[in-house]
């Protein structure tokens, strides 16, 4: 693709190129590719990136999302950010995604950053490191959010300058200098009439919040620039420390290896366990209830933000995305059987010693456990409820919902690795089966 030699002016460039030096966004021989809305400031970065190419010796290419959120005006940012790319001789990538669709039940705010990310993502895998145009006024309203939400030491250093391929070049530049950029070169973009809606947590932030702050102290913005990189430093030390003090992080947490811990390198764990299960932020509520599950029985749970929960397993916490415990009933035959809805595999062969089929009334079916449940399983004595078989095998308690329980027409038939003595063969017979559960599916 082939496009005219574009002259930039004004010291916009210099600076970015300062802060790619300084955070080593960029190197020689990199991909790179900017996310580019048709707004202001993606157009910006755009061409920032364009004049800095050469000289660091890159690949520039751009991205476009269509979240076809704005019907007409949403075609028209499409085809401005094919445009504007090709002026400039970069190849553009577009993806259309229908967020309202895909938003149904959901935010819609967040349902478009996720997909936003997941199209960087896949590009990223292709092609390397994904550059976005937030701004340092973009930082201050994001400060201004987790502080009125409630946050930790981390939350208050904003928005990170590089996150794996993500890296931010215009971060810490004002929006003014962004504006004034492209005043100063006749560059033109497009103005999304969401941002001028008060619909939106961010946009009421930046459009009434964010200039009381500004009124106050017509430094803030530098202020909160320096409070983000000193909130850092004390976040990285925090994290070195837990890390030396609790080992490596997962999405489930050790109760006895962090109880004792400061309350800063407990939070820290809290917080860093909530990312490693999928969570994109955990609010200082989320922490304070998580927190308390130290002090809970085994099988007590919290919600959590964005449809996660934490529940404590005996001496663990484990964060995880909820899931509703689906309801089935699935008729089993010889073989291997496996429930999508349960996630497991129930076996049934045929044998000569095992469950008898002429003491079971067929056919036999799986599903999930009920309240109440209860059997006689071989070799245990007597009546046994299925609740307390479960807790005295210490089976997960994040997995019963969902664990097959096999049942004839009136009785349950086997349960946790164990036959109901009523349905066992006493002697050898040709008419017995033998059922064994296993968790996926067997190929």
Do not use: W
């Amino acid at each position: 693709m082939c496009g005219l030699k574009v002259s930039i002016k004004g010291d916009l460039p210099e600076k970015a190129g300062a802060v790619i030096k300084e955070y080593n966004l960029i190197e020689p021989g990199d991909d790179v590719i900017s996310a580019l809305s048709g707004g202001a400031d993606s157009v910006a970065l755009l061409f920032v990136l364009y004049s800095l190419s050469e000289k660091i010796g890159f690949t520039l290419r751009a991205a476009h999302l269509n979240h076809m959120i704005r019907g007409a005006e949403a075609e028209r940012d499409e085809e401005f950010s094919v445009k504007t790319a090709e002026k400039l001789g970069i190849e553009c990538v577009v993806k259309r995604c229908d967020i309202p669709r895909l938003s149904v039940g959901r935010n819609m705010e967040e349902t478009a950053r996720e997909e936003r990310y997941r199209f960087f993502s896949e590009l990223s895998e292709e092609r390397g490191k994904i550059a976005v145009a937030h701004n340092l006024n973009d930082l201050a309203e994001t400060v201004i959010m987790r502080i009125a939400r409630g946050t930790s030491v981390s939350g208050l250093s904003g928005i990170r300058v590089k996150n794996n391929n993500i890296i931010r070049p215009l971060l810490f530049t004002p929006r003014s200098e962004i504006e004034a950029f492209l005043s100063e070169n006749k560059i033109s973009y497009v103005t999304d009439s969401t941002n001028l809606s008060d619909d939106y947590t961010r946009n009421r932030i930046r459009h009434a919040i964010l200039p009381q702050f500004i009124s106050l102290n017509g430094n803030f913005l530098s202020s909160v620039k320096r409070t983000a990189k000193k909130a850092k430093d004390a976040a990285d030390f925090i994290a070195v420390s837990a890390k030396e003090a609790y080992g490596d992080i997962s999405g489930s947490i050790d109760i006895e290896k962090a109880r004792h811990l400061h309350n800063a390198l407990k939070e820290y764990i809290i917080s860093e366990s909530a990312y490693a299960a999928g969570m994109k932020e955990i609010s200082d509520k989320n922490i304070s209830d998580i927190k308390k599950l130290f002090g809970l029985p085994s099988g007590k749970k919290i919600q959590l933000s964005g449809m996660y929960e934490a529940l404590r397993i005996y001496d663990k916490i484990k964060i995880s995305k909820r899931e509703e415990n689906k309801n089935y009933n699935y008729e089993l035959k010889i073989g291997n059987n496996y429930i999508v809805e349960a996630g497991y595999t129930v076996t049934v062969e045929r044998s000569k010693k095992g469950i008898d089929l002429a003491k079971v009334t067929l056919p036999l079916y799986a599903r999930p456990k009920k309240e109440g449940d209860s059997f006689y399983p071989a070799g245990m004595g007597g009546e046994k409820k299925l609740k307390m078989l479960f807790s005295d095998l210490k089976f997960p308690v994040d997995k019963r919902g969902k664990y097959p329980i096999i049942t004839d027409s009136e009785k349950i038939v086997f349960a946790l690795g164990r036959a109901d003595e009523r349905a066992v063969s006493g002697e050898t017979t040709e008419n017995a089966i033998t059922i064994k559960i296993t968790e996926g599916e067997l190929r």
